[in-house]
């Protein structure tokens, strides 16, 4: 099925219910809540170690909730929890989370091969599709090129494009852009606006406030595990609405009493 094939389907392609995940007495997702629905790019902002990761490796499956739910809806299947989704599912999403995908004895456009052949696709479209994402990226320069001789910028968007390689109806990038150059932000951002219009549901996450929100439908500001606020794309001062969300709930929460044995 293709992306554009989805993006007549209005549910949630991703929901995130009252999601908890701690690692050990390190409480990383508080009760996040979050959706991504088909043909929108959802942004998640927030300071050092608010959970951004967290959540993402939650909604990809890597992790499984200690409570609330993560449940993917893609085709073939009515929601399934992440962490128990079939094979199937996953030919349908793409991700750039943690180190780009990459095989560094391979050159770059069989990876990107490699990357697609992993996702499910035949031989033959495996390698058209690498040609044209390859191309879309401008990593033709470098096609040829063994993967572990690329600059960090162009091994991001060698990871972009295996992440998007078998054109996912759900795409997952955590700070898609750190490595890239000016040109290289502007690349991407018209090509997750592409990703969009051909009915792809994106959640990113990023530090650049400017940047999301050339980009992004909708933001959520995410703040010690929760999402704490919604900040409009089209606002003016968004740093400050960001501040004075993250700021509120640092109040409430030296309101709040702390737990009996635990400091606040
Ligand atoms: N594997 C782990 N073991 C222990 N603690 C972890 C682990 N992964 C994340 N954490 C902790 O969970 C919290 C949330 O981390 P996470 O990486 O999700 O934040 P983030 O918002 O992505 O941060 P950054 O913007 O710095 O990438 C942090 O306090 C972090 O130290």
Known sequence: MSATAAATATDPLLRLTQVRRSFGDERALDGLDLTV???EIHAVVGLNGAGKSTLMRVALGMLRPDAGTAHLRLPGTGDVPAWRA???????VGHLVEAPFAYPELTVRETVVAAAR????PRDPARSAAQRVVHDLELDH???????TLSMGNRQRLGLACAAVHEPLLLVLDEPTTALDPAG????RTWLR???????GVLVSSHH????ARIADRITVVHRGRAVGHLAPDGTDLERQFF???YATEQARTRRPAPSGRSA
Request: net charge neutral; aromatic share 6%.
């Open 118 to 121: 992993l996702h499910g696709m």
């Open 244 to 246: 004075a969300m993250v």
């Open 37 to 39: 629905a088909p043909g």
């Open 209 to 212: 406030l400017d940047e999301v």
């Open 86 to 92: 079939p094979a199937g599912v996953w030919a349908h």
């Open 194 to 200: 592409e990703r969009r219009s051909a009915g792809t």
């Open 142 to 148: 470098w096609a040829d090129r063994g993967a572990r």
């Open 185 to 188: 932000v502007v690349l991407v």
